[in-house]
């Protein structure tokens, strides 16, 4: 009988901790419901208590999922256990996350700790939370440079203290799979403990995140941790549970996620963040070429498109589908044929939009090699016209200049980036931009057979979300 294993995702955590991750309340809402609809078993948020903010984001993240477990982190103090307790407790399933370094140079100069008074903090906390969780996880980082003695004692206290479930990092990824094979085969054997779950989340520094996680379940552990995209170098999500699905015989394994319905999750972030898989698979469609299946009827009406957006596995209001609808019509005067990657480019940036303040009436553009390009623009500033021209080096430079002066700001554009959705002389282009504004980054996406106006798109995208997020009318 194979092994069930469970499948926890940190992309939302990551997206906590790396500014260039830096996504709004709604985009990590919808990232959320997306990860359960492909059957996530457990969805790992961001920190709780670092700011109003994101215990607002994890209290409302955790009331809207209906059958995944909701992890979330909490740090080694009672306050922060609470705090945590507050935001989740309202959770169908809720966990509760507690980690601690574990070796000689992490305890010494992050803990600043002996190795008894991190025993001790452990059973403390552990046996604290416990008070408050059915469900609670600890981790040991970088457990994969400590002593194996010493390991061994943490793990034991944290199980002795109420953890259900135990789990093992390689924090700097400086491991090989046949070695953490061994490792991990070792450890499990030396604790010997039959009611607890182990778990383990790898680092890709070398290259080897997905199959050092391979390598661990071959150990025996029951759950691993993966991101979206390999975000915050974790293994990818769509990789490893590719391999798994792909070699059930080899890895005498097996997970729930709905494989199927895999690469929706990765286009969703990556229509968010930009940041794409590094080694997309065949398994998952990445690679393979667009075949006639992917091309849509454009006569299809609004009922048809519904199912047909539902059928994708996407959870959208009626609102959200009729816009987008609307621009599927639009993209159909514009191109010959539609693809099923176009409307998941479209659904990747309209279904997490914010409020827009700013929208796009119209521009012109002069350019040319001789000349210096010129930009004017009309923005609606809600219901006010608002219009500027300027020049700039190049048409997208110049556009950006004109909006950057119509709004009166001084914003800094950290980051630009142009690509195809689909193939051909029509495809349909998406634009990401990235700006920074009083040390946040904000990213904004903008889709358009017309790659200026995508560029304009995403940068008045990236605006109205600096807006929405740092409470500026």
Known sequence: MKTAILIKDCTLKNCETDKALNISFKEKLEIARQLENINTDI????????????????????SNLKKSILCCPAQAFKASIDKTYEAIKGAVRPRIHISLPVSSVNMEYQLHMKKNQVVETVKQTISYAKTLFSDVEFTALDATRSDMDFLIE????????????????????????????TFLTDLIKSVGRKNIAFSFRAKNELGMAVANTLSAIKAGVGQITCAINGTANDASLEETVSAIHTRQDAMNAQCNMLIAQLNRASVLLSGITDIKNGKPGGVIGASLLISESDLLDKEMDFYSFRTFVEGLGYTLTEKDIERIYDMFKELCAKKQQVYTKDIEAIIGREAVQVP??????????NSGNNITSTALIRLQYYD????????GDGPIDAAFHVIEQIMGMNIELFDFNLKSVTEGKDALGAATVKIRYNGKIHVGRGLSTDVIESSILAYINAVNKMLFEEGIQ
């Open 43 to 62: 969805i790992e948020t961001g920190f709780a208590d670092t700011s109003q903010g994101a215990f607002i984001a994890v209290k409302t993240i955790a």
């Open 154 to 181: 943490v793990i034991n206290t944290a199980a002795d203290a109420g953890a259900t479930t135990i789990g093992v990092e390689d924090s700097v990824g400086h491991m090989l799979p046949d070695e953490i094979n």
């Open 356 to 365: 827009r303040v700013y929208r796009l009436d119209r521009f012109v553009i």
């Open 384 to 391: 006010k016209p608002l219009e500027g021209v300027g020049m």
